[in-house]
DNA sequence: CTGAAAGCGCTTACAG
DNA sequence: CTGAAAGCGCTTACAG
């Protein structure tokens, strides 16, 4: 079932049938003519060989999106977003999970799938996707020198979250961290010991606990820095997940949520509403994020002179229940 | 930067170059003439192009996985369970969300990324998938007569859980339902009122609620449920992110679970353990679905005569904290 | 407005 | 053990 078959069902050339089916006859093939070949096409459920016209053209309008771990809720929305406008511009995105290993395995495998672009979110570019020859590649969450990238105001969030804090009148800030020392997290970090410096209050290490990316991690890691004496009386979190798995740590110890110790979050999912009390959490338009850096990609496949090198995306506080005056004791 | 520019630098034919690339120069090739071939591939940055390769060869080593709510965090799961058995195969797999559209889009892009094959979860397969030509579709969580699939026994599922919610004294067990009539919600609704059936109790109108597919739906249509009068004691939810708003319209009401009211949900996601109380919830393995149905999709792209037409996958009910026996008064 | 022809970069019999 | 050649199914100048 080729484009051959086509033709000769429809009585025309292949070039005819290429034409019509491609949309690119438009004005260049007579109307009647062109009925003929879609009739024909459709009668014969022909759809053409994508691997032979990506061969041909060098297109296949499918990008790549690699995301570090999809058990993590915020990537579906990336996803989403990005999609949307992919859509819009006859795209496809297709997502591949690296599972936190290096993923030059999965980026293979994309390039296999001969991608015409590359969304690589806040892990290193493995370097499969560099290679001569390869497509371009946007970073996101993840500044770059070199690269294309759409980060997000990680600094301005964790100033604001900081602010709602000390505002408060807490002092004892702890930070449950990521234990994974990509540059999305180093900036955390790095804002939150900025804040507390600036506050007049070390950063001290007793206020510092990593955890692995799941709740069940940071519930003990949570449990560990919550039976530090002093207690911390608020803790900014790497993440939402991180922020639940602290809320179920307090609960095991008996403490409670904001009244004994603040949380605060980050990334906003829709956990953060779902968990009890509700999060304070560092929020940004997440589906936004996955539009912005396709809509950045596709300048660059275009090979557009004026496409972004690297912009930045919003965020902002999300008050809810979790967060309160220290406790007076 | 092609083949014939590698076989220039190693000084041997096209023909050697793929035979050794590709691992089939096995005892076809001498060692010498490998490592010439090799070493010029290195130092050439050279990857084969996919699109040739599977023009010629009709073969990508690619599947799709085709999800219904990507925003979902089940299919994260399902989707590392499927690429774990994946790579071992040496395959990757993509994955398209639908966003509870028809699909057709997507599936179409899917193809044009000439994936070997197709699991398509919980939704009737896109036309696109299908027609002449088309790769091997495998369905999850969808039971089909003229495809082979790999389902759930949710029968037993839904059956455990209301034998619990029973044997604890609930006789008004109502059913937060998803509002998709597809083939997997309506097997769940048909289990929840078989089983009050056999307990001589009427699975009458007031005991269903219907929402859409989130925990701010499931919220509003939970508080409308458990305004009802008399109150169901107890409720069954066709996931565990419908299971968490109707938590959150409990505590809108002034309601304690499980005190005033039982909860059972749907899937174990982590999001279980993260609410408060923790769900009882019917549990299945859920990468060890999706490694299931890429095994069963594999078979049929090798086309085994043995390949399983219909396999399934045992569901038990994890108890947790959500559930107790109805309130005395 | 339409067709004949070349060629994208591989893989795979086939010949030697 | 190695190479020459055909061909996978398209698209795209080019000719008419």
Known sequence: MTSIDVAQRAGVSQSTVSLVLSGKGEGRVAAATADAVRTAATELGYHPNAAARTLKSGLSHTVGLVVPDITNPVFGLVLRGAQQAATAAGYTVILVDVARGDGEESVRALRAAFVDGLLV???APP??????????????DMPATDL????LDLKGGVHAAMEHLLGLGHRRIAHLRADVPTPTFVARANAWARALLDAGIDPADDLIVGSLFSHTAARVAGRDLLQRSPRPTAVLCDDDVLAAGLLLAARDLGLTVPGDVSVVGFDDMPLAEMVTPPLTTVAFDVPLFGTRAFEVLLAHIRGDADAPRSTWLATRLVIRESTAPPPTS
Chains 1, 2 share one sequence.
């Open 127 to 140: 370097a499969a996707a560099l290679g001569p020859g390869g497509p371009p590649v946007v970073l996101m």
């Open 121 to 123: 979110f806040a892990i």
């Open 148 to 151: 294309p990238s759409v980060t």
